[in-house]
């Protein structure tokens, strides 16, 4: 029988539905991936920050957005072809792009992203299916060490998966996998931590469940995300639904933020008009003044 994957393989095509993800190594030389880093980290990164929120305690950019308009680069291979045809065939269905960035895990203090399916972030934009995938480009060496990207295999054939808000280290609503929940998917799936090298590319559904601890190594980590939609996967009302959606985050992070705001100056004010400690440890007789 002939293969009609043009080029990938029925074998990876089924793994890929299977699994949830598809690693494949060397799609871009090292070479290419080096020099993508090598653009990013020459710029100003404040600069290319769009707001406080793309950045993190020490790290002047951790999220570089809208990347796949460019002509640098970083740009070149986020809008490679011959990926998004492999994307296509992993999928079944032609994709295109749907939104673009850098993550950037610096060394010693990268941030984590807590376990969730991205399709948390677009299932109320008007998508009416999960037939979504990302291409995640690998731009340095990426390992247990550095704050790899974990997957529970095989859990994006459980669709949409209730998740929890929160408001991450800048104040943006997020989503997460609660733990209880969890628990009972890595008995059923178990959990791989990502090893890549530059130029490697991990595929990944959208309803797969992934995550990533804080990067408290001497090794940066930077990826490239390329976020894909299938074109049979026509959305629907698409500026209403992100209107709402995004509505429906600030409020989330007006609310936490008025609520933080508030604790904090109660604290201040208490301490204020106290002479005695109104907070903090009890200080031992020996060191009082």
Not at 131 to 140: A, G, N, T, V
Not at 248 to 270: N, V
């Amino acid at each position: 029988m002939k293969d009609q994957t043009n080029g990938i393989g029925e074998a990876v095509v089924n793994a890929f539905k299977r699994d949830g993800y598809y690693l494949h190594r060397g799609l871009f030389s090292k070479a290419a991936a080096e020099k993508a880093a090598a653009w990013l980290k020459a710029q100003d990164q404040a600069k290319l920050a769009k707001s406080w929120t793309e950045q993190e305690p020490m790290v002047p950019l951790a999220v570089y957005s809208v990347i796949h308009q460019g002509a640098d680069p970083i740009a070149t291979l986020a809008c490679d072809d011959g990926m998004l045809r492999m994307a296509g065939e992993l999928m079944g269905d032609p994709v295109y792009i749907w939104a673009s960035k850098v993550n950037v895990k610096a060394k010693w203090c990268g941030t984590a992203e807590y376990y969730h399916q991205d399709l948390v972030y677009w299932k109320d934009r008007g998508y009416p299916k999960d037939e979504m995938l990302s291409c995640m480009i690998f731009l340095e060496p990426h390992n247990i060490h550095n704050a790899a990207l974990h997957v529970l295999p095989g859990t994006h054939r459980q669709g949409y998966i209730e998740h929890e808000p929160f408001v991450n280290i800048n104040g943006l609503a997020k989503y997460m996998v609660p733990p209880r929940t969890l628990d009972r998917l890595v008995k059923d799936h178990g959990i791989l931590a990502v090893d890549a090298d530059p130029g490697d590319v991990l595929f990944f559904h959208t309803s797969l469940v992934h995550g990533s601890s804080h990067n408290i190594s001497p090794n940066g980590r930077m990826i490239i995300l390329s976020q894909l939609n299938t074109v049979g996967n026509e959305p629907t009302a698409v500026s209403e639904n992100a209107r709402l959606f995004n509505l429906k985050r600030a409020e989330f992070e007006m609310k936490e933020a008025e609520r933080r705001y508030t604790w904090f100056k109660d604290k201040y004010e208490k301490q204020l008009a106290s002479e005695e400690l109104t907070f903090a440890a009890p200080i031992p007789k020996e060191e009082k003044k």
